[in-house]
Each structure stands twice: as C-alpha cells, then as structure tokens.
C-alpha cells in the first residue's frame, strides 16, 4: 500500500479506503474485526463510515475494534441524514443537526475527534454560509481536523470553497462521489472542480454495486442496465472489455476496475467494502496492477460518456480555433498542481 495526500492538506491516507458501511449490516463484529485486520495488514489506514450506517452499529463496531490502535488510522464519518423518524431537526446540513451528529458519532466511536467529517449530502434549505461556518467551528474545536463533502453539485462545492477561503474558513479538502467505469457522469462537473480545488477525490462504488466484479449479467437478478448509470448495452460492452482484460493479465475483474479508477487523472482514491476478508484481500491486490496503455484506452473508449453542453460544443474543431487561435496546439499549460497535456485541459 502507498499513501497520498488529502487534498492540499499534509494528511497521509492510503490509497484505498475502506467503506464500513457493511459493518453491522453484512458484517457482524467478527467478520467486520478479520476485515479490518487484512486492510491494516495491508497497510490501509483510511477508514470511512457515517453516522446512518446500519442505523449505528457501524460507529460501534469500529468504535470496539479501534480500542487501543485508534491513532494508527484515519477516522471519517458523515452527518446530514436522518436518524430519527419524525423531528424535522434530525436531518439537514444545519448547524444543530451538525453538532447534534458528532457528539453522538464520537461517543459511539470511543474518540475525542473524527480525522475527517463529510456532509453527507446536500440540504437546500441550509444556507452554503451556515455550513461552512458551523464546520470551522467545529474544527476550531478540535472535534473535528479535516472536512469533506459528498453528493453535493459542483457549482455548490465550489461556492462553498471560495466562500470559506474568502472568510478565512475550513475549506472542504476533499470530495466524496459516485465513480467508476459504469458512472462516468462526475467527469462533466464534479472531477473538474476537484482538480481545480485541489481536493482528493473519495470514489464511492468503484465497481458499481458489484457489478464490475462480473457476477452479474444481461437477464439475471440485478442485471446491468439497473442502477448506476449507463445503458444497458454500454455496460454489457464495459464489463465485457473489463473481463477480457482481466482474463488476459490473470487478474479478477474487480482489480481491473479498481487499477482503471486509480488511473485517473487527479487525487482518485477508491472507497472499497466487503462483508467478508476474501473480497477485501483481492480489492486490496488492484494496488499491484499496473494496465498497459492499450487496455486503458479500450476501457476509456468503451465507457464514456458525452460530456455534453458546453463542453463538447467547446471542443469542437472550429469553436476551439475561434477561442484559442489556430495555433492552440502549442500551447502548454505549466501552471496546473497536476500536469496535463492540452487536449486534455482543451
């Protein structure tokens, strides 16, 4: 296991994370304990839960089994959702909410601070400014060290950043989204505005409900075409390139998806689950596959997904000419964090 940066913070996290939404629902505390141990064998340090998970015993569980070694990882959870039926007050980005959720997150995780907090998704009711300043407060603290976002827009996330550098705030130093070869939509917005933030990026369902490991197929339970993005046909196509692929290096389908996702252009860090130590123990192998170009190009090709407006409009041959000149191919870019050639800023 190597290890990157959050963000444009100086906190070390392994390059997989490990989601342990699982723990408490498919993982009772035995199983949820041999998981954990693999991926420290591994030498993963990223943990990743929420306050919502399996009502609970998620924070619980990992609560019991970090006794004793909690400094070795990196802690992160979540608020935002509801955990209570019936109060109007127990969901939302708002600042009671917020403090309400992390009090209880560090009580059932036996800590006096969470390494990172995410706000889980976006509440419209709850102004950007309320959020960003009840995080810094929280930060401020001590509570809480780092903070990220999940499942908000971009153009938000982007307002919510700017607003807080401008204030002198804790900024988000992280984004937590959808992504892997079946949802490429992020590319059109949420990617770009990581990059340019300079945020790590938490990608949640890599392998797309388990769909990228293979097991499912056109015409059985769960078939593709349902749930996480694409057309049926693009993704029998997808899973059919990612098969060849794995068939032809002797990897498994997943760590093939895995490599393609860690491939990506900017901070991509995969948020890998498992119920049990032997889906975890072959996830944890994508860090030793390393695709030839060829492979990643069919993968790219056969995946994508139109950027749409104004994007593809923008890269049009003539539209470019007109707004960059005719000799735009010689032009480089040597200010971006993350080099990259010009037809891929273009």
Not at 28 to 33: M, Q
Not at 142 to 161: F, H, R, T
Not at 302 to 326: C, K, M, T, W
């Amino acid at each position: 296991m190597r290890y990157t940066l959050f963000g444009r913070t100086g906190l070390r996290v392994s390059e997989l994370a490990l989601g342990t939404m699982t723990f408490g629902w498919g993982a009772d505390k035995d199983a949820a304990g041999r998981i954990l141990a693999t991926y420290a064998e591994a030498g993963g340090n990223f943990l990743d839960t929420a306050d919502i998970y399996a009502e609970g015993a998620s924070e619980t569980i990992l609560g019991e089994l970090l006794q004793g070694r909690r400094e070795r990882f990196v802690l992160a959870s979540k608020y935002a959702c509801t955990t209570r039926k019936g109060d109007v007050n127990a969901a939302g980005n708002h600042r009671r909410k917020l403090v309400e959720s992390v009090e209880a997150s560090l009580d059932r995780l036996r800590t006096d601070r969470l390494d990172v907090l995410w706000v889980h998704a976006r509440d419209n009711f709850t102004p950007v400014e309320e959020v960003m300043r009840s995080l810094d407060d929280l930060v401020r603290s001590g509570k809480v060290l780092y903070v990220g976002v999940s499942d908000w827009p971009a153009w938000e996330i982007a307002q919510a950043n700017t607003l807080a550098d401008l204030r002198g705030w804790t900024s988000f130093a992280g984004s937590q989204l959808r992504y892997s070869l079946l949802e490429r939509t992020p590319e059109r917005e949420l990617l770009p505005q990581a990059r340019a933030f300079d945020q790590a990026v938490l990608a949640w369902s890599p392998l797309a409900g388990g769909k990228l490991t293979g097991k499912y197929r056109v015409g059985g339970t769960g078939r593709l075409g349902d749930g996480d993005g694409g057309t049926g046909g693009q993704e029998e196509a997808t899973l059919t390139a990612v098969l060849d692929i794995a068939r032809e290096g002797g990897w498994s389908p997943a760590q093939v998806a895995l490599a393609w996702l860690r491939g990506r252009p900017g901070n991509i860090v995969p948020i890998i689950g498992a119920t049990r130590e032997e889906q975890l123990a072959d996830n944890l192998a994508a860090v030793g596959v390393e695709l030839a170009p060829e492979a990643v190009a069919r993968l790219d090709e056969v995946s994508a997904v139109p950027l749409g407006f104004p994007h593809d409009f923008l890269r049009e041959a003539q539209i470019r000419e007109n707004v960059y000149g005719d000799r735009w191919a010689d032009i480089e870019d040597r200010r971006s964090t993350h080099r990259r050639t010009t037809s891929e800023i273009l």
